[in-house]
């Protein structure tokens, strides 16, 4: 283990690119990413993600002789790097199940490069167990070393906020991991060079690991929770968010609020626990329970819609409708595992016309994912028989309600957002 280390960081996504920009700042980094389009951008100093500045990646490319990032979609570029930091996904299939694939494939690349005393440290959202029950092995075949003779591992999971200017990568408390005492001390000393906020040496991987999901499962159970008082309370004809500000005012009530669970985090991570748990021959009711309840609010949204459209004489067949928002969270472009899809093909059932407005997404990346062709301002109608907030972009606080409505209407605020005369329900 180098003291001056070479890193290498593998998926320059949401996660690796500002946390390669953070390193790059004090060391020499190669980013790699197989997305040929994705290393284009980035090298011509734009990230259109959003996460990283334009002043900020350029500062880092041009960088100097000590510390400089580079960026590259050719593997073999990493061949020089003493620790590798894997940043790519781990989403799940139709049927909710892990996929490892894009971790293991990361692995067989490191392990064409693996060197004696380098360092693996895996980031990507895993069950308990999967570092070194799953890489390691992939890493010492492809290398032919030994772990924690040749070469060390470690977890430390990423704790990105897509969107979110406050808690920045190096703003957030790094939890760390090493697959020896000396391995963890050394990579919870280098993560100290970067992450001003501190660092937290769990005493084993998977702990570490364990410790990722929990955080998003928490989050998941909760928000399960305060929709099925949102359920329960538009029966009783209660205004939910009245309801969860009145108890606010107890000090120990942890105010969440009802909404689509949708991204890359909090709508995956509870299903790579339960795998794991099934495995070991137990059922998690508390987490699948939430996920059934969080993965149904889509298709509800739509149906509530439409049975606030009959009631108020509004059109439902041939009907038009306009859906605000398609990314997953408010004012940032992310679509992954966005849960609007679910609104939107709820909708199709019905054999609605359907238009979907967001200033934040990008369209052609909307249209390869959802098979949705975005509509932009200049397009809109003006006779929308409902329209539904799904995400609370900034960007809509002006957006004219009554000039794209028909009368009568529907407007179902899925957040909250606009002013309660404006609409006619919300969770």
């Not at 996504?13 to 284009?40: H, S």
């Not at 041009?62 to 580079?70: A, C, P």
């Not at 790094?174 to 501190?198: F, M, N, Q």
Request: aromatic letters at 8%.
């Amino acid at each position: 283990m180098k003291k001056t280390p070479t890193i290498a960081i593998i998926g320059l996504g949401y996660v690796g690119l500002p946390l390669a920009v953070a390193f790059a700042e004090k060391f020499n980094v190669i980013g790699f990413d197989i997305n040929k389009k994705r290393v284009t951008e980035l090298n011509n100093g734009k990230d259109f993600t959003l996460e990283v500045s334009d002043e900020e990646l350029s500062a880092v490319l041009k960088g100097t002789e000590t510390s400089k990032l580079h960026i590259s979609d050719v593997a073999e570029d990493m061949k020089d790097a003493t620790v590798f930091i894997v940043t790519v996904p781990t989403p799940t299939n139709k049927y909710n199940q892990p996929v490892l694939i894009p971790l293991e494939k990361a692995s067989e690349t490191i392990g064409k490069y693996l060197k004696k005393d380098d360092v693996v440290i895996y980031e990507s959202t895993v069950y308990p167990g999967v570092t070194e029950d799953v890489c390691v092995p992939i890493l010492e075949e492809i290398s032919g070393m030994k772990f924690n003779s040749d070469f060390y591992a470690g977890y430390s999971p990423e704790r990105i906020n897509p969107g979110d200017k406050k808690h920045t990568v190096t703003k957030i408390l790094k939890v760390t991991s090493g697959s020896t005492p000396e391995a963890a001390k050394y990579i919870d000393d280098l993560y100290k060079e970067v992450i001003t906020a501190g660092t937290h040496l769990a005493p084993s991987i998977k702990v570490a690991e364990a410790a990722k999901v929990i955080e998003n499962s928490q989050r998941d159970i909760n928000i399960a929770f305060v929709n099925e008082l949102s359920k329960i309370f538009r029966l009783l004809e209660i205004n939910t968010n009245d309801v969860l500000d009145a108890a606010a005012t107890k000090w120990n009530f942890i105010k969440f609020t009802p909404g689509l669970v949708g991204g890359h985090c909090i709508g995956v991570d509870p299903y790579y626990l339960a795998q794991k748990a099934q495995e070991e021959g137990y059922n998690p009711e508390i987490i699948l329970a939430g996920r059934r309840m969080n993965d149904g609010m889509g298709a509800y949204v739509a149906q509530e819609t439409i049975k606030l459209m009959i009631q108020k004489d509004a059109k439902v067949k041939n009907s038009n409708i306009l859906l605000l928002g398609v990314t997953f969270k408010e004012n940032c472009p992310d679509i992954r595992n966005s849960k609007v899809i679910d609104v939107y093909d709820e909708f199709k059932k019905y054999n609605l016309n359907i238009d979907v407005y967001d200033p934040w997404a990008n369209a052609a990346e909307v249209k390869h994912e959802f098979n949705i062709d975005l509509s932009d301002e200049a397009s809109l109608r003006s006779d929308y028989d409902a329209v539904v907030l799904t995400v609370s972009h900034d960007k809509f606080k002006n957006f004219d309600l009554d000039k794209h409505t028909s009368n009568p209407s529907v407007v179902f605020d899925v957040k909250s957002f606009f002013p309660t005369n404006k609409t006619d329900g919300t969770l």
